[in-house]
Structures are given as C-alpha cells and as structure tokens.
C-alpha cells in the first residue's frame, strides 16, 4: 500500500503557519520603519547625522543582545517572575 506523501504546506500545523506569517509582517515592518526612520530624524526632527549614528549603533544591536540576557534571566528566575 502507498504511502500518502505529504504536501509541505499541511506537514506543519496552523500555529506553525500563523507565527511564521506574523514574524514575516513584524519583521517587513520593522526593516521598512528602520529604513527610513534615519531620514525622518535627520529632515523632520532635525537631529545631527552623528546623533541618528548612535542611535541606530545602540539600538540595534540592543535588539538582538536583549532577548539572549532576557532568556538567561527567564531560566534562572522563570519566566512570570521576569515578566
């Protein structure tokens, strides 16, 4: 008896499909605000291009290195009493 082969879109369950389609927005989102955040700040806000520097040198990698200290700090105290 054949097996029947599963299709790649039905092999993942709805949750897997929902969170990856919001990652897909928040991230599209995020990149299309970053790209012309500098712009507005340099134009509209009339900050400095040294000050928009530093603001994007901090903030982003902050993004990336915060959720790893946030993990850390959830393992050790559990994730309610971080919250």
Known sequence: MPTKKKNFFTQFPKNFWT???MEFFERGSYYGLASVLSIYLVTVLHFSKQSV???N???RPMLYLTPILAGALADRFGYRKTL
């Open 19 to 21: 969170v990856i389609t």
């Open 53 to 55: 520097g530093v603001i």
């Open 57 to 59: 040198s901090v903030t």
